[in-house]
């Protein structure tokens, strides 16, 4: 479990991979969530948690990660999730999910790099990610955390954007 600071060093946080036992938190942290947020991670609005996502941020399968965020003050409580699991040789797929109130605090950003440092030591060469067009803050995440130039694939009103990896410090992420 690794422990981090907001920017404004108001609130702490502990970033650590998700375990069987999170569920309960992820659900909630999900309902927490408004339906844009929830449309925007999930191009749906549903009351739950999509259980194919849940399964897979929950499942130890080879080449499939997940990690948490939560605050220090309330352990239990999960208020971010970046996962990534295969989606072509080579490539990993990431979803990020933060709950509305801790939305612009730098922690999508962090679990992104954190995620990105994780599948480069696991031999990953790449980072997908499909979203709707308008997603600018995520856009933009996904192309600093890439090592060259992007490939963008229009789809309908989303676009996947692929970046190749490469090995960066993790003193550069901050939330």
């Not at 220090?72 to 970046?82: C, K, N, S, Y």
Request: with cysteine; proline share 7%; aromatic share 4%.
């Amino acid at each position: 479990m690794a422990r981090c600071a907001s920017a404004d060093g108001s609130d702490e946080f502990a970033v650590r991979p998700v375990t069987p036992a999170d569920e309960t938190a992820l659900r909630l942290m999900y309902r927490r969530c408004t339906p844009l947020t929830r449309y925007h991670r999930f191009l749906s609005v549903g009351p739950d948690i999509p259980e194919a996502h849940l399964c897979a941020a929950l499942s130890r399968k080879a080449g499939t990660d997940a990690l948490l965020v939560a605050p220090v003050v309330a352990p239990g409580q999960a208020i971010a999730l970046g996962s990534t699991h295969p989606y072509s040789p080579g490539v990993a797929e990431l979803g990020l999910l933060v709950e509305d109130t801790w939305q612009r605090n730098g922690l999508g950003r962090l679990l992104l790099h954190r995620l990105a440092e994780r599948c480069v030591q696991q031999g990953v060469a790449a980072l997908t990610a499909q979203t709707l067009c308008g997603r600018r803050t995520l856009l933009s995440a996904v192309l600093a955390e890439g090592a060259g130039p992007a490939e963008y694939g229009p789809l309908s009103d989303t676009v996947r954007i692929t970046v190749p990896l490469a090995a960066k410090s993790l003193t550069d992420a901050r939330p």
